[in-house]
C-alpha cells in the first residue's frame, strides 16, 4: 500500500537513533547520559541523523491525540463530549475539577523536554552530517519547528515554561530552570517559527520522498495560531495580582495584538498553496479519511501503519454494535446536546431562530440541518456501516425494543440506559470510516479552514466585520452544503456588529472544528469557560413505544466543575521537588 512505503521512508530509520530514544526515557529532571562515541557516530552518519529528524516527528499529536487520556481526548474534557461515567477516567477528573499537582498527568511535560533534548543534540552536531548545506539548513529547519511545535503546545497547557534555548545539560550539571514569562515564550518561538518557514520549502512535489514532511505554512500556520492565542483575552487582559512573574499573561493588555495574529494568518492565505477539500460530496467528512496529502492539509501526524491504529478513533467512537464487528468494543465517550444544538439548519440560521424553520424536538428535529451534523454526530437513525449486515441505522433509544436480527435489536447494545450504549443519545461520527473496515489515515493536527478562521476571529477584533472576515466566513459554509440565500451570505446576518460577528465565528469554529482539539482551549483563552464548563451537560433521551413511535426528551447527564485555576495545568509535583525554580502554577 502506497503509505507503508510512505510510514517506512518517515519512521523506519528511528531504530538507528535508539541512542536517543534509550537514553531519553526518562524525565526532564533526570540526569541524561550520552556516550560522546554513540553521539558521533550518529551524526557521522547521514541515515542515523535523519532518524534523530524522524524521531522528533513521533510525538507530533501527543496533544491532538483522540485517545490521549484513558481512551479519550480533550473532547471529554469540556462540553463537546461526555466520558464514560468513570471517575478514574483522567478527562473526567479534569472536568469535574479534580486535578492537582499530585495527579496531573505528566506524560506531556515529559515527552516535550525528551524531545528539546534530542532537537538540541541535533543541532549540537549538525554541521558533522556528511551532507550538502542545504540538506543541513532543511532538516535544521524541521527539527527548530518540531522543537517550537513541542514547545507551544507546553504553553498552551501550563503558560510560561522553561526556556533553554540550545543548551543540553552535562552528566554531572544541575538543572534547576525557571519559568520564563509569558512574554519572553512568545517572543522566543515567534523567532524560532520564524527561522524555520525560512528554511522549510513551501510545497512538495507529489511522490517527493519529504512530502510527509513540515513546511513553510505549517511553521507559519502555528505561528498564527500562536499569535491568536496570545492575542486572546485569557493572555491579553493586562497582569494578575497572582502572577507577579507573569507566566500568564502578557505586562499589558494591547488590541495591537489582534493585528499581529491576524497578519500571520493572513500570511498563510496569501501563500496560495491551501484550498478547502472539496472533492467529495461530503467533505468534511471524506477529507479525515484521505491517506495521501491534500490542499486543506496544514500539519498532519502520519502515524505508524498498524492494524491498531488504523482502527484508533473507532476503537472508542463506535456504537458497541459496529465496534464488535472489527474486534474493538466499548465506546469510551459520547457528544453532548449542547455540541449538536449548535449545528444550524441547512439555510444557515440558528435552530433558536423562529424563522429557520426548526420544527422542535421530535421525529424531524434532526433533518435539513447543516449537513455537517450527521458527519460529525450520529444520532437515532444515523446510517451507519454494520459488517455483513450493510448500512443500517443506529439505534439509540430505550423502550420496547424489535425482535429480528442485529440491526433490528442494536438498541440493546447502543441505546441509552443500556451498560454499553450511548450515555448521551449520540455517537461521534467524524474522523471515523463509514465503510466499516481497517483504513489508514493520518491524523490532521491542522487545516486550511482552521488558519481562515484564526484570520477572521483577529481581523474581526482588530478591525470589526470587514468584507474579508465575511468571505472566510462564506468560504466556509459554502463548504459545508449551507444554502447560499438570496443574498448570498449563507445564513450570515449581513451588516453584523463586532460583537455579533465575535459571536458567529465562535460559533463557526464550535461546528467546523469539533473533535479537533479546538473547543477545550477555545472557551479558556476565550475566558468563557465559567459559563460552558461550569454547567451541566445534557442528551437526548428516546424512548419506543410498543407501536414503533417515538417520544423525547433532553435528560441532564453530568454537573462539571470549573475554577479561576483550571485555566492552566498545575506543575506535577515531582518536578517541582526535582526543580524548585520552576514555581507552580498561580492557582495551585
Known sequence: MKHTIYWRILFATLATALCFTTACKKDFLDQKTLSAIDETAVFQDSTR????????????????????????????????????????????????????????????????????????????????????????????????????????????????????????????????????????????????????????????????????????????????????????????????????????????????RWKLASDAAKAVINLGVYSLYTASATPLYTLFLQNTPQPEHVLVYWQPWTTG???????????????????????????TQELVDEFDMINGMRITDPASGYPGIGNDMYRNRDPRLTYTVHYNGSIRMMGSLGDQPVNTYTGVIPSGNAAATSASLDGIYTSTGTLTGYFRYKMCNGGGGELYRPWVVMRYAEVLLNAAEATNEYEGPTAEVYDWLKMIRSRAGIIEGENSLYGLKPGMTKDEMREAIWHERRVELAFEEHRFWDV????????????????????????????????????????????????????????????????Y
Not at 522528533?56 to 463530549?81: K, M, Q, V
Not at 505561528?223 to 507577579?244: C, E, H, I, T
Request: aromatic share 12%; net charge positive; charged share 20%.
Open 49 to 256: 541523523s535523519l532518524g534523530v529528524i524522524n524521531n522528533l516527528y513521533s510525538s507530533l499529536g501527543i496533544s491532538f491525540n483522540p485517545r490521549r487520556f484513558n481512551n479519550t481526548g480533550l473532547d471529554a474534557a469540556c462540553d463537546e463530549s461526555e466520558p464514560i461515567a468513570d471517575p478514574t477516567i483522567y478527562t473526567y477528573k479534569i472536568s469535574s475539577g479534580g486535578i492537582n499537582a499530585n495527579n496531573v498527568d505528566r506524560g506531556l511535560w515529559t515527552t516535550t523536554f525528551q524531545m528539546l533534548r534530542i532537537a538540541n543534540i541535533f543541532l549540537k552536531n549538525k554541521d558533522s552530517i556528511p551532507v550538502s548545506d542545504a540538506t543541513k539548513d532543511y532538516w535544521a529547519g524541521q527539527v527548530r519547528f518540531l522543537r517550537a511545535w513541542y514547545l507551544f503546545t507546553l504553553l498552551k497547557h501550563y503558560g510560561g515554561i522553561p526556556l533553554i534555548g540550545d543548551k543540553i545539560f552535562g552528566d554531572n550539571e544541575k538543572i534547576d530552570v525557571p519559568r520564563s514569562s509569558f512574554d519572553d515564550c512568545i517572543k522566543y518561538l515567534t523567532t524560532e517559527l520564524d527561522a524555520a518557514a525560512a528554511a522549510l520549502p513551501l510545497s512538495y512535489r507529489a511522490g517527493d520522498v519529504n512530502q510527509l514532511k513540515v513546511t513553510k505554512g505549517a511553521a507559519l500556520a502555528v505561528k498564527a495560531r500562536m499569535l491568536l492565542y496570545a492575542a486572546s483575552p485569557l493572555f491579553n487582559s493586562g497582569p494578575r495580582a497572582d502572577d507577579p512573574e507573569r507566566l500568564l499573561t502578557f505586562p499589558d493588555a494591547d488590541p495591537a
Open 309 to 335: 491504529n488504523n482502527f484508533y478513533v473507532e476503537a472508542s467512537a463506535n456504537p458497541t454494535s459496529r465496534g464488535g464487528m472489527n474486534g474493538w468494543a466499548g465506546t469510551k465517550y459520547f457528544p
Open 524 to 587: 479558556r483563552r476565550w475566558k468563557i469557560a465559567p459559563r460552558t464548563e461550569n454547567a451541566e451537560t445534557h442528551g437526548m433521551e428516546i424512548t419506543r413505544a410498543a407501536n414503533g413511535s417515538f417520544s423525547y426528551r433532553v435528560i441532564g447527564i453530568r454537573k462539571h466543575v470549573f475554577t479561576e485555576a483550571m485555566y492552566f495545568w498545575p506543575v506535577p509535583q515531582s518536578e517541582l521537588t526535582k526543580s524548585p525554580a520552576l514555581k507552580q502554577t498561580p492557582g
